[in-house]
């Protein structure tokens, strides 16, 4: 009597790329970092110094296992090379390092995202589409100055976030990784006056708040902007942005110093503001952006609101990116246009991008637009668009 079983066989590679990040992962020199759903690319620029798009070589490819959805870069203080934090569809999230002796990624420290809103309780929260993540926020010693961790918010589940923690410790030490499930739901439900239970919000887009040297308030909370859209049945949809207080060692999330209701609908990006060049650290400039179709905001953790800019973009913007010199941004929307917002001028300035090719493509949907207008504004910033 024969047993059963199933033959796997994988037949063709994803082809598909779900993120782009840019960042040293072998060496000191930038690479461009693509992840497909089951494995992990790293690109470099030809040794010629050529920086034609077309003429980058594939220098370490590493498989991943249980469907790969996010990538991020995080650099180690001083260690030329940096790491790829990497997310996957199970909910698992692992720190690889390159090692030079195998030429490959090697898994440092991994952690699962509790999938519960309470320890007692057994029932899982809902997950949503996607991955909806902050970009890493490295924290600092207040009387060293030097980097001693870094910081990711992930919205994975409903009226759930989780935020990623790696402790570097010194150079010779393995990095230590953990996730803090923080709910969300007390804290907005109070800003809006109503409760969410029921029907809880869509989380947009996340930044953390620079506001002091070392990124915390005098209680030790980071100060997080949540960006979430209330899509209550029977009513119109509404957007708001909260800044909360994240309470890292208790695992609760507090009331910030303020929110913002009833934002123009077409707001849907946060971005932390760029730190200026001669390292100025003041309310004006450490913030963070929020950008819809028709003007970017820049709010501080402790003031708010600080300074305005009003444009008009063919779409939605999806994506923005530091590029060239301190303080320009390119943003990118879902129609595929890009828009440079300059924040060192006072006032802000910005101006449209064009290309020699049509970015936009009338017969892709606008969310499959909105993903290659991420993908290819990454890539366009490693080659130095």
């Known amino acids: ?64 296992y249980g469907g790969l959805e996010y990538t991020a870069f995080l650099q180690r203080p001083g260690n030329p090379r940096g790491y790829a934090i990497v997310i996957t569809a199970d909910c698992t999230c692992s720190l690889l390092g390159y090692n030079p002796a195998t030429d490959s990624f090697e898994e440092e420290s991994a952690t699962t995202l509790n999938l519960l809103d309470d320890a007692s309780q057994t029932t899982s929260l809902r997950r949503v589409d996607g991955i909806t993540a902050s970009e890493p926020f490295y924290v600092r010693n207040s009387r060293t100055k030097e980097v001693h961790s870094a910081l990711i918010a992930l919205s994975l589940f409903d009226r759930n976030i989780h935020v990623i923690e790696v402790n570097w410790g010194s150079l010779s030490e393995i990095p230590t990784l953990r996730a803090a499930p923080l709910d969300l739901l007390v804290t907005l439900s109070a800003d809006l006056e109503r409760d969410l239970r029921d029907h809880p919000p869509n989380i947009l887009s996340l930044a953390f708040c620079p506001q002091h040297p070392d990124g915390v308030d005098f209680e030790g909370n980071y100060a997080l902007a949540v960006l979430y859209a209330d899509e209550p049945p029977g009513a119109l949809r509404t957007v708001h942005l909260s800044c909360v207080a994240a309470d890292m060692r208790a695992g609760v999330v507090h009331p910030g110093a303020w929110c913002v209701r009833n934002m123009h609908p077409t707001t849907h990006l946060l971005h932390s503001s760029i730190t200026r060049a001669d390292g100025v650290s003041d309310a004006s400039h450490q913030g963070i952006i929020a950008f819809s179709s028709f003007g970017a905001s820049l709010y501080t953790a402790e003031l708010g609101l600080q300074q305005k800019l009003k444009w008009s973009l063919t779409g939605i913007p999806t994506c923005a990116t530091p590029i060239g010199a301190e303080g320009l941004l390119v943003v990118g929307d879902n129609s595929g246009c890009l828009t440079a917002l300059n924040t060192e001028c006072r006032p802000w300035r910005c101006c449209a991008i064009t290309c020699d090719g049509d970015l936009t493509v009338p017969s892709v949907p606008p969310f499959e637009m909105a993903h290659s207008a991420f993908v290819g504004l990454t890539a366009a910033a490693f080659c130095g668009l």
Do not use: Y
């Open 1 to 64: 009597m024969s047993r059963g079983g199933i033959l796997f066989k994988r037949i063709q590679s994803a082809s598909v790329v779900s993120s782009a990040c840019v960042g040293a992962f072998t060496g000191s020199l930038p690479q461009l970092a693509l992840s497909t759903r089951d494995r992990l690319q790293v690109w470099s620029r030809p040794s010629d110094g050529s920086t034609c798009e077309r003429e980058l070589q594939l220098c370490v490819e590493a498989p991943i």
